[in-house]
Structure formats: structure tokens, C-alpha cells
């Protein structure tokens, strides 16, 4: 059984550890996991994360890493050293690259990260895809990717709860991690492929990601407290085994 009881992965995009590690002292590792992505590890680096996993949090290192099959299967190499959760990569690196990535993590000793492909980052819409050559929806787009990153074998895939149906139904196996997650007060900020919480699980969405609409609360813990409340989870967890690591 899972430490955490909630799909709920809450970004700590901070400029510093203590700010990071503060608002999680006010969180308890059953309510959500937490992510340290670049800012956050750029600064504070490898500490952060040790921090975080020391007070019982499940970590999801999102570095993207995209690089040569090489480069990027040690850098994944070397969080599963560093023991966390989920680790993710881009799509976009390549089948080798991905396979690079997964291979890899079959020759790590203990406890293997989920290896997570993004597709097409939640702040891009289709005008964003037409400025880097690519004259399609970005449902296409994930859709093609998906089908690189299954065919590495990856676990999953980080791409918006508006491609989770359509992605369920061609890879039923594939956790689906999705940010851009805004309840309906909330501004969208930088995203352009949002969806709420209970839309995201209901279309198939195994993971929220959320941070602003949190962290930039007066008082985040109980900010995360209502979304937990407001959330329609219960069966899914209880139904679905890819939310055990
Ligand atoms: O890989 C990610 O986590 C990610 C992928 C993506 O397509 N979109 C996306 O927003 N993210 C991350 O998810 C978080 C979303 O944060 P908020 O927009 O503040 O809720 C940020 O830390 C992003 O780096």
C-alpha cells in the first residue's frame, strides 16, 4: 500500500530548500507526493530531495531530462540512486533515447523509479506546435509520442487530462501524470490546456499535478486540505493498482 492516499503531486517551485521543505513540515506524506523540479534542484540540488524523503514523501524528480540516449540514461541512472519515485524524460528525446532511459533503470539495484515520458508540455497549444514546425493538434502530437514511449516500455506519460481519454483507450497500461490541473476560480497562468480535478480523473487521469493554485495560497496546507475534500477519488484509488509504486 502506498504511503499516499490522494493522486495529488504538488510542485514545490521554490527559489529555496527551506522554503520548500517549510511547506512541506505543514503537509503529511499520506495527503500528496511532492515534485522538485529545475528550479528548485538547480538551486538547492540533491539535498532537497534527500529532505523531502527523509520526512516520508514520495519525490518526483522533473528535470525532463532530453539529451543523447547516453547523457540522459545516466542522468537517470543517477536519480534512482538518489531514491526517488518518478523520475521523467522527454518523448521528444527519440525511441533510442527512451529505451536508453529504461534499459538503464533494469540494471539499478533496489528500488526502481516510474520512468515518465512528456509529450507536449501543457503550456503549448497548437499555435505554439506550428512555431516549432509541427502542423497538428497537440492531441496528435502526444498521441504519436505515447506511441514512442510505450514502445520503449516507459510506465507512463506526463500530458494534459485532455488527452487522457484518448490516450486510456490506445494505452491502457501507461500511468497518465497530468499538471495543468486548475480549479475553475483559479488563474491559468502560464497553461493553455487546463482541466479541474474531477474532469481530470474522470477522464482518465492517474496523477495531478499542482502547484500555484497551492503554493501561492495564504495557507497552502489548507489549500490542499479543499482540493483533497472536493475530490472524487475514492474508487479509483481503491480500484487501481498503478497508484502503488
Ligand atoms: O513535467 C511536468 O511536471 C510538467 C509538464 C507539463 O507539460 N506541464 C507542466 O506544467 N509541468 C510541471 O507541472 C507544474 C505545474 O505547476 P502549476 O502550473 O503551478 O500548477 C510545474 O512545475 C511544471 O514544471
Not at 6 to 30: C, M, N, V
Not at 87 to 96: E, M
Not at 146 to 157: I, K, M, N, V, W
Request: hydrophobic share 45%; net charge negative.
Amino acid at each position: 500500500m502506498p504511503v499516499c492516499q490522494t493522486p495529488f503531486i504538488l510542485a514545490l517551485d521554490f527559489p529555496t530548500a527551506d522554503k520548500a521543505i517549510a511547506l512541506a513540515e505543514q503537509l503529511q506524506p499520506s495527503q500528496c507526493r511532492l515534485k522538485v523540479g529545475k528550479e528548485l534542484f538547480t538551486r538547492a540540488g540533491p539535498f532537497v530531495v534527500e529532505a523531502l524523503q527523509n520526512k516520508g514523501f514520495e519525490v518526483f524528480l522533473d528535470l525532463k531530462f532530453h539529451d543523447i540516449p547516453n547523457t540522459a540514461a545516466m542522468a537517470v541512472k543517477a536519480a534512482a540512486e538518489l531514491g526517488v519515485w518518478m523520475v521523467n524524460v522527454h518523448c521528444g528525446g527519440g525511441l533510442r533515447m527512451l529505451q536508453a532511459c529504461r534499459e538503464v533503470l533494469e540494471q539499478c539495484a533496489g528500488g526502481k523509479p516510474l520512468l515518465i515520458g512528456v509529450t507536449v508540455l501543457t503550456s503549448m497549444e497548437r499555435s505554439d506546435l506550428a512555431g516549432i514546425g509541427l502542423d497538428c493538434e497537440p492531441e496528435q502530437q502526444v498521441l504519436r509520442l505515447a506511441g514512442l514511449a510505450s514502445e520503449a516500455g516507459l510506465d507512463g506519460l506526463v500530458c494534459s487530462a485532455r488527452e487522457a481519454r484518448a490516450l486510456k483507450a490506445a494505452y491502457p497500461d501507461l500511468a497518465l501524470v497530468t499538471p495543468g490541473i486548475r480549479a475553475a476560480a483559479c488563474a491559468a497562468d502560464d497553461q493553455r490546456r487546463t482541466l479541474n480535478p474531477n474532469e481530470a480523473l474522470a477522464e482518465g487521469a492517474d496523477y495531478l499535478v499542482v502547484g500555484r493554485p497551492i503554493t501561492a495560497a495564504e495557507n497552502p496546507a489548507k489549500a490542499l486540505e479543499q482540493w483533497i475534500t472536493q475530490l472524487n477519488f475514492t474508487d479509483k484509488t481503491k480500484a487501481k493498482g498503478v497508484l502503488a509504486r
